[in-house]
């Protein structure tokens, strides 16, 4: 039985779920030919395994290569991994979070047009 979805996946599990999210449902194989690194197949295997033991993807067993698929999307998982670091280092400061993130790297015009429309929506909700 699956235990439930890990607050957060570790980094290898990561990468596997943004080769999941960008491939959709995929075999082994699959996975591991859209990882970055070199890893062997029985590594992969394991780490799917496990990952399907966590709840943080499923597999279809249905064939004779197993499809594995992610149990959630990219947006739900960042969600997670921004809620989790907007509360341990920046005790919950959501201005300050969005400071620190544009001062790090800069922002092309269109990801700062994004940013305005989102300001601007939640503005409008909160009115």
Not at 42 to 52: E, G, R, S
Not at 78 to 88: K, S, V
Not at 105 to 125: G, S
Request: some cysteine; charged content about 35%.
């Amino acid at each position: 039985m699956a235990r439930r979805a890990a607050r957060r996946p570790t980094e290898v599990e990561l990468e596997i779920l943004k080769v999941l999210w960008e491939r959709g449902p995929s075999t082994v194989r699959e996975v591991r030919e859209g990882l970055l690194r070199r890893v062997a197949h029985t590594t992969v295997l394991t780490m799917l395994q496990i990952m399907a033991e966590k709840g943080l993807v499923e597999c279809d067993r249905s064939s004779r290569a197993h499809v594995y698929r992610a149990r959630e999307g990219r947006p739900t998982v960042a969600r997670r991994f921004a809620h989790d670091l907007l509360n341990r280092v920046f005790e919950g400061s959501a201005p300050e979070l969005v400071l620190y993130a544009l001062q790090g790297k800069k922002a092309t015009p269109e990801e700062l047009r994004e940013i305005r429309r989102v300001i601007d929506e939640m503005e409008r909700r909160s009115k």
